[in-house]
């Protein structure tokens, strides 16, 4: 009997999050670092118009997704990484650690959206 594998679950959760943070990270640079600073969208980005965001469902899903898949990406590059480095005693605890981090932030962000979203 063939012995099962979870690489392929892991591996789409990474390119998910490569694809969606290659997309995100960009605009949310251009948003936040030029374009607000030059006075391009006023009050767009107030604290305001954020929380009602937030507070509705939609926009909560969208961030749990990008926080998700962003930190599911980023964990597992680390981990590849450290392979690629040359780091092979305690790999087992590295994987730990690293998709526990990753998990431990998309829990987190799901906690503080929900209590956003329900309060």
């Not at 943070?21 to 640079?29: D, S, Y």
């Not at 030029?34 to 305001?48: K, N």
Request: glycine share 10%.
């Amino acid at each position: 009997m063939e012995k099962r594998s979870n690489e392929g679950f892991i591996w789409s959760l990474f390119a998910a999050g490569g694809e969606l943070t290659a997309l995100i990270t960009p605009t949310m640079i251009f948003i936040t670092g030029i374009a607000i600073p030059l006075g391009l969208f006023q009050g767009a980005m107030s604290y305001e118009r954020m929380l009602v965001f937030l507070t509705n469902p939609i926009g909560a899903i969208i961030l749990f997704g990008v926080i998700m898949l962003s930190s599911c990406h980023a964990m597992h590059r680390f981990y590849k990484t450290l392979f690629d480095l040359g780091v092979r005693q305690g790999l087992g605890l590295w994987s730990v650690l690293s998709y526990g981090t990753a998990a431990l932030a998309t829990v987190i962000a799901f906690v503080v959206l929900l209590l956003l979203v329900v309060r």
